[in-house]
């Protein structure tokens, strides 16, 4: 039974910051990579960060550069997405999702590439 459970979202003045989390359970998490994705409402889910499954490679979208780290705990299964300098752009549902190749050693950008993913925590950034 694998499960992806995100928390931490809520709403956030612009310049704030923010931390989110997913919890995962039922799965090998330490060989999966493991990477958030966004998606606004009207828009398609857009990949924001990944980290590979040994932890030694990170990717990020261009918007995100330089305000969001990811960053995980294997003895919690457990990942963040430590978000600063927020923008009302940023503004989406948060979604968690694992990737388990093992075989794949770079982070994945691709939704095609993950395949389980959580139910999402909402982020709201005000002006």
């Known amino acids: 039974q694998v499960q992806l459970v995100e928390s931490g979202g809520g709403l956030v003045q612009a310049g704030g910051s923010l931390r989110v989390s997913c919890g995962t359970s039922?799965?090998?998490?330490?060989?999966?990579?493991l990477g958030w994705f966004r998606q606004a409402p009207g828009k398609e889910r857009e990949f924001v960060a990944a980290?590979?499954?040994?932890?030694?490679?990170?990717a990020y979208v261009d918007s995100v550069k330089g305000r969001f780290t990811i960053s995980r705990d294997y003895a919690k299964n457990t990942i963040y997405l430590q978000m600063n300098s927020l923008k009302p752009e940023d503004t989406a549902v948060y979604y968690c999702a694992a990737d388990p190749d093992a075989t794949r050693y770079y982070a994945a950008t691709r939704a095609t590439e993950y395949a389980y993913w959580g139910q999402g925590t909402q982020v709201t950034v005000s002006s």
């Open positions: 039922g799965g090998d998490f330490s060989y999966y990579c």
């Open positions: 980290i590979s499954w040994g932890g030694g490679r990170t």
